[in-house]
């Protein structure tokens, strides 16, 4: 069977299914209803954090989804509607000259055997292909916090994640770091995580998936 028609009959067998609400969509990643309410965040966002997505509507279902079902196959999915969206103009957007490597947020260890992935560290891998940089899994978490409910303070969430990082590695010394995280809320989360790195002489430029507009109370927890 040519190889056309192999796919024509894999893709009517087992169609995808939207990652935001499971309709049937084809080859698409998203169904045409929540990709229409997908919003691309402008570069350079307010805090000092750029981000691919607002995190709201679909992008907010989808990534609820993948952390909590979970299921690494959508994040893989989420990551290549990014690129497709981004990849293209992003290192012009960011302005990347400086940044020699590229370091994520990782999951507490015990989260990551739960969930079986980390998004972050799937993301940062994605950004580094972008870019054409290393990626250093450098940091770690020493603390297993229970998830950051949305409508905490940015007081309260950096009360929350204080001292939760650490360097792990301290023999490398590059000038500046994209650091990466999969969800931005109030930025606590990325600021713990950029205090090791400064400690050690790096400068940091944040970057999240998705940001969450701060004025949107949400009970969500991430
Ligand atoms: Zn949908």
């Given at each position: 069977m040519a190889p056309i028609y192999a796919n024509l009959l894999f893709s009517s067998l087992f169609p995808s299914r939207c990652i935001?609400?499971?309709?049937?969509?084809?080859?698409?990643?998203?169904?045409d209803f929540c990709n229409s309410t997908i919003r691309v965040s402008?570069?350079?966002?307010?805090?000092g954090v750029s981000s691919?997505?607002?995190?709201?509507a679909a992008i907010r279902n989808a990534m609820l989804r993948i952390k909590f079902t979970p299921c690494e196959q959508s994040g893989r999915s989420l990551l290549r509607y990014w690129q497709q969206h981004h990849s293209e103009n992003f290192t012009a957007a960011l302005h990347p000259q400086g940044i020699s490597a590229v370091c994520f947020v990782p999951l507490h260890w015990r989260r990551r055997l739960t969930r079986g992935f980390d998004l972050s560290s799937l993301f940062a891998r994605a950004l580094g292909r972008a870019l054409q940089l290393p990626v250093l899994d450098v940091l770690q978490c020493t603390r297993f916090d229970p998830p950051l409910s949305l409508a905490l303070s940015k007081q309260d969430r950096l009360l929350r994640t204080q001292n939760r990082y650490r360097l792990t590695d301290s023999s490398f010394s590059p000038a500046e770091v994209l650091l990466v995280d999969d969800i931005c809320t109030t930025g606590a989360t990325l600021d713990s995580a950029a205090i090791p790195l400064l400690e050690h002489g790096i400068r940091v430029r944040k970057y999240a998936l998705a940001q969450a507009l701060i004025k949107e109370k949400s009970h969500d927890t991430i």
């Open positions: 935001s609400c499971d309709a049937i969509c084809g080859d698409l990643i998203f169904c402008a570069h350079a966002a307010a805090g691919g997505f607002h995190y709201a």
